[in-house]
């Protein structure tokens, strides 16, 4: 063993602890907060070695590591919460596969939604497709979970998921690193019959699939993270569960917590730390039949409450069910006293909700687009005017000083919208999209609205990266993106391109105007590049 050690985020422990595990090749797309974990992989690789690629979505991303796994190689597919649900149709029939080489999914959920539309918990997905979980407590679990994830996939054929959530993933601390284990050789599955899901053999495979399941709850019994403290006295009036960062901040506050119980009379409480899933349900059950009161301290959606309720009908106490877990909240349910602080007295701050960097060329682009929507609509609110608009930097259009955008809901949704408003009678439907957006999850509503003679205009905001998340490439380069247009079946005559730039947006807001006013399916591309892109490239290639 390695025993240096290494300062570490947990997105770069699990990238670490793959390239350990022998991983052969790794994909994913940029979200945060699970990015640095294939820009790790990608730096690692740069001059050569096991392939790290982003992908145009999720789903992709799932499936080319799904042929990976079928060549016996390992795989890593690297995401953030809201795309497992991209991802979700490879995801849940891949339970139903024989997985050969080992392969992992590492998430991260975002709870608090620092930078997502909501706050899923992805412990529900394995649950759901019943396959195992491990979700690590600090950056050396990431590290070492990620190892065992491979190690697990293999014995049972089934994936396996590596839940991040936005703290652990983005802090940083000391992992000590184990022996690197080879790549996996070639090794195609010898039988076709445990990869085609026609419904015969399906059918079959769920079954099988059911009958692991008593073998996973054999493993998670016996896994050393789902660790069981008892009391030193015999039973107690309480019982403590806790997952994930919830252990960390039970433990933080565990010195106050006894010494408040002394005092009342109270034993030790029992405490159950679970880190591996499916739900240790015998030690659940021991704990519950030893206690009068359980106490669940976990990060996310009330998964494992709304289990042990179900398990035990055991009297819960509330939990933490919106944004971060953190050491004063966690206090606070353990009925512990704030601690003591200064008081310090500071000058009212002004807000500084986020904009679009100085040069953004998404600024050139808003303002000859809300002129053009002035033109067309000059009534408050342009109730002639729908603009839809999608996730990335230019979702800040929804803010002064244009207050452009009317919905944001998930990634290409906006496509979708125009043509929806349009088809409701709408007289003019925008969707506002990215060009790495449009790769990920738009085109296939285009096609829709091409099949449908829709006259929604899709204004593509191409700035040549993936720029929110920090600045990774597109798919596919900018001049690529017209022949795209036309392969899904735009008119190349209805496909218009501009600059966007500051002395081009009065030229712009009357050119985009005229397209929109066509009683036809326009796209309008407004091309710059990202100047942080441009900045970051520059620095990197000196």
């Not at 079954?207 to 030193?232: A, I, P, R, Y």
């Not at 409701?424 to 085109?443: M, Q, W």
């Amino acid at each position: 063993m390695n025993n240096n050690k290494l300062a570490l985020l947990g997105d770069e422990a699990v990238a670490l602890g793959a390239i350990h595990a022998g991983v052969s090749a790794s994909y994913g797309y940029p979200g945060t907060p699970s990015s640095e974990i294939m820009q790790y992989l990608i730096n690692e690789y740069k001059n050569g070695g096991p392939v790290a690629r982003w992908c145009a979505n999720e789903k992709t991303a799932l499936e080319a590591a799904l042929g990976v796994s079928f060549a016996g190689r390992r795989t890593l597919v690297t995401t953030k919460h809201v795309g497992l649900n991209v991802a979700a149709d490879a995801f849940m029939n891949s339970a139903l596969i024989k997985i050969k080489g080992g392969l992992v999914i590492a998430i991260a959920d975002d709870p608090g939604m620092h930078s997502s539309q909501n706050e899923q918990d992805s412990r529900f997905y394995s649950n759901f497709a019943m396959v195992p979980c491990l979700e690590p407590r600090n950056q050396q679990e990431a590290y070492d979970m990620v190892r065992e994830a491979f190690d697990v996939s293999e014995k049972f054929n089934l994936p396996v998921l590596l839940r991040l959530v936005t703290r652990l993933a983005h802090s940083r601390a000391a992992v000590i690193p184990a022996k690197e284990k080879p790549q996996n050789p070639v090794s195609k599955t010898k039988d076709k019959n445990e990869w085609v899901l026609i419904p015969a053999l399906a059918r079959k495979n769920y079954l099988g699939l059911l009958e692991k399941q008593n073998l996973l709850q054999q493993w998670s019994e016996q896994n050393k993270v789902n660790k069981l403290t008892s009391s030193n006295n015999s039973g107690s009036d309480l019982a403590i569960i806790t997952s994930g960062l919830g252990g960390n901040y039970y433990d933080e506050n565990l010195e106050d917590f006894l010494v408040m119980r002394k005092k009342q009379g109270k034993n030790t409480p029992m405490h159950l730390h679970i880190g591996a899933y499916p739900l240790p349900q015998k030690k659940i059950q021991k704990l519950c039949n030893e206690a009068d009161e359980v106490l669940i301290i976990e990060e996310g959606q009330p998964f494992i409450a709304q289990r042990v309720f179900g398990l035990t009908g055991a009297d819960l106490k509330p939990v933490i069910q919106a944004g971060e877990l953190d050491p004063d909240n966690v206090r606070k349910v353990l009925g512990l006293p704030p601690r003591k602080s200064l008081n310090i007295e500071t000058c009212a701050l002004t807000p500084r909700p986020p904009v679009l960097c100085q040069g953004c060329p998404h600024i050139d682009s808003y303002d000859s687009i809300m002129k053009a929507v002035k033109e067309l609509d000059s009534r408050p609110g342009h109730p002639d005017v729908g603009i839809n608009s999608d996730i990335g930097c230019y979702s800040l259009g929804v803010a002064p000083p244009w207050n452009a955008i009317e919905s944001i809901v998930c990634m290409g949704a906006c496509v979708g919208m125009a043509k929806g408003a349009v088809d409701a009678g709408l007289k003019y439907g925008l969707a506002v999209i990215g060009d790495s957006t449009f790769y990920h999850g738009g085109i296939t509503a285009l096609i829709d609205a091409v099949d449908a003679k829709s006259t929604m205009t899709l204004i593509i905001l191409d700035n040549s990266s993936v720029a929110m998340t920090g600045c990774q490439p597109t798919i596919m380069p900018s001049g690529k993106l017209k022949g795209l247009l036309t392969g899904c079946g735009v008119k190349p005559e209805r496909i218009l391109e501009l600059e966007a730039k500051p002395n081009l947006v009065e030229e712009n807001a009357v050119k985009l105007k005229a397209e929109i006013e066509q009683k036809d399916l326009s796209v309008v591309i407004f091309k710059r590049e990202c100047l942080e892109a441009f900045r970051k490239n520059k620095k990197e290639n000196f």
